[in-house]
């Protein structure tokens, strides 16, 4: 059994940067493609960054290619997202995802373990 806790969410300005980390607990984390999605009020949740097992391999989605990174350390079992270059439209809950098969699975289904979310609020 695999456990996800998400970290480091809060309130920035627009144009500022944050950093979110993801801790599994579980030695099978780290031999399935993970990511991070995110869940606007009314809107259904979104790839946003995934990443395969070895970290090698990411995938953006066209909102955030450039302006975020993932990254993922298997000896701590952490996946992380660095968000630079905040907007708005970024105001979310972010949800840690793992367990997938590939990396280049965008859709929530594909994923079997889930973090509780942390809050990112972006204002102008």
């Known amino acids: 059994q695999v456990t996800l806790l998400e970290s480091g969410g809060g309130l920035v300005q627009a144009g500022g940067s944050l950093r979110l980390s993801c801790a599994a607990s579980g030695h099978t984390f780290n031999r399935y493609a993970a990511g991070w999605f995110r869940q606007a009020p009314g809107k259904e949740r979104e790839h946003v960054a995934t990443?395969?097992?070895?970290?090698?391999?990411?995938l953006y989605a066209d909102s955030v290619k450039g302006r975020f990174t993932i990254s993922r350390d298997n000896a701590k079992n952490t996946v992380n997202l660095q968000m630079n270059s905040l907007q708005p439209e970024d105001t979310a809950v972010y949800y840690c995802?793992?367990?997938?098969?590939?990396?280049?699975?965008?859709?929530?289904?594909?994923?079997?373990?889930w973090g509780q979310g942390t809050q990112v609020t972006v204002h102008s």
């Open positions: 995802a793992g367990g997938s098969e590939s990396y280049t699975y965008t859709t929530t289904n594909k994923y079997d373990y």
């Open positions: 990443i395969n097992w070895s970290g090698s391999t990411t």
